[in-house]
Nanobody, 118 residues
Framework: QLQLVESGGGFVQAGGSLRLSCAASGRTFTSHSMGWFRQAPGKEREFVSSISGNGVFSYFGDSVKDRFTISRDNAKNTVYLQMNSLEQADKAVYYC???????????WGQGTQVNVSS
């Protein structure tokens, strides 16, 4: 199965930027659509962004569409989430996920914490 490991989380002031990475193991990374989700304490998990296997198609949640970008480097088996103009509402644990062959989000990373201070 595919293994995902997120990194790049940390503390940032409001208005600042942060770049998250998700490193995948395995030999089928290119065939997987990849996504980012986040969950704040006491709130439901929220879709953030996703990108197709070939990197051509990408999608964003309404709350981040003008501030975040997603990209992938299939040669490095890595997907990135560039977060700009961060707000306190962006504080959450961010999870990387991958589509399985059944088209569900079947693979998940351990999550990385993003804290935004005023």
């Amino acid at each position: 199965q595919l293994q995902l490991v997120e990194s790049g989380g940390g503390f940032v002031q409001a208005g600042g930027s942060l770049r998250l990475s998700c490193a995948a193991s395995g030999r089928t990374f290119t065939s997987h659509s990849m996504g980012w989700f986040r969950q704040a304490p006491g709130k439901e998990r929220e879709f953030v962004s996703s990108i197709s296997g070939n990197g051509v198609f990408s999608y964003f949640g309404d709350s981040v569409k003008d501030r975040f970008t997603i990209s992938r480097d299939n040669a490095k088996n890595t997907v990135y989430l560039q977060m700009n103009s961060l707000e306190q509402a962006d504080k959450a644990v961010y999870y990387c996920a991958a589509r399985s062959v059944s088209a569900c989000w079947g693979y998940w990373g351990q999550g990385t914490q993003v804290n935004v201070s005023s």
